[in-house]
């Protein structure tokens, strides 16, 4: 089946510090990538939706200029959380609707980057 | 606020025995409703899903009842195994917009032998 690579699978960082986790689709193109945070016992929330070549488009709450997202070609998007904090630390998980789909279309997820900030 | 509303919030069976999560949703332009299986610290897995235009959809020993006029959709595990021990997320979205999932809080599954 399908297959969405997210990498780290876990990291640590230190307060202040920037982190990438990187999501590439590697058996189809995507024009869309979703960006989803989740805590413990909690369920995903929708952080942002990555669009190849143009903006991200941000739910409301979610600082644009914190969790800065790329999304360079149709196979790779970037989250990075910038001047991370301890409460950045979660569960982060990218979702990839293949291009040129109809309806129907599956989402392939990730097997999400556990961030912790010490 | 959760479009998608799930119960219940955990549930304990016995091995063979059937699991039943529950979700309504008010969102009348959702068209598409899957259910997730997530395992701890793995991403979630498209369990199955269903389409607004049949009431039932099977697949193995999972089963999707559809209730297009309540605005309700349930999760049915017969036999459960305990393999099938997770946390389980229903979702809806509009595949003629955005297709953005709205997810369910999640059920926890345990499934005792």
């Known amino acids: 089946g399908a297959v969405v690579s997210q990498h780290p699978s876990w990291v640590i960082c230190k307060s202040g510090t920037s982190v990438k986790i990187e999501c590439r689709s590697l058996d189809f193109q995507a024009t869309t990538m979703f960006w989803y945070r989740q805590f413990p016992k909690q369920s995903l929330m929708l952080m942002a939706t990555?669009?190849?070549?143009?903006?991200?488009?941000?739910e409301q709450g979610v600082e644009k200029d914190k969790f800065l997202i790329n999304h360079a070609s149709l196979t790779l998007s970037t989250l990075t959380v910038t001047s991370a904090h301890p409460e950045d630390s979660s569960f982060y998980i990218c979702?990839?609707?293949?291009?040129?789909?109809?309806?129907?279309?599956?989402?392939?997820f990730g097997q999400g980057t556990r961030l912790t900030v010490v | 606020q959760q479009q998608v509303k799930q119960s219940p919030q955990s549930l304990i069976v016995q091995k063979g025995g059937i699991s039943i999560i529950n979700c309504a949703y008010e969102?009348?332009?959702?068209?598409?409703f899957p259910w997730y299986q997530q395992f701890p610290g793995k991403g979630p897995a498209l369990l199955i899903a269903i389409r607004p235009d049949v009431s039932e959809k099977k697949e193995g020993r999972f089963t999707i009842s559809f209730n297009k006029s309540a605005k309700q959709f349930s999760l049915h595990i017969m036999d459960s195994q305990p393999g099938d021990s997770a946390t389980y997320f229903c979702?809806?979205?509009?595949?003629?917009?955005?297709?953005?999932?709205?997810f369910g809080a999640g059920t926890t599954v345990t499934v005792r032998a």
């Open positions: 979702a809806a979205s509009s595949l003629w917009s955005d297709y953005k999932l709205s």
């Open positions: 979702s990839v609707r293949p291009a040129g789909q109809g309806e129907g279309t599956e989402a392939f």
């Open positions: 969102n009348t332009a959702f068209d598409y």
């Open positions: 990555s669009n190849e070549g143009s903006k991200a488009t941000y």
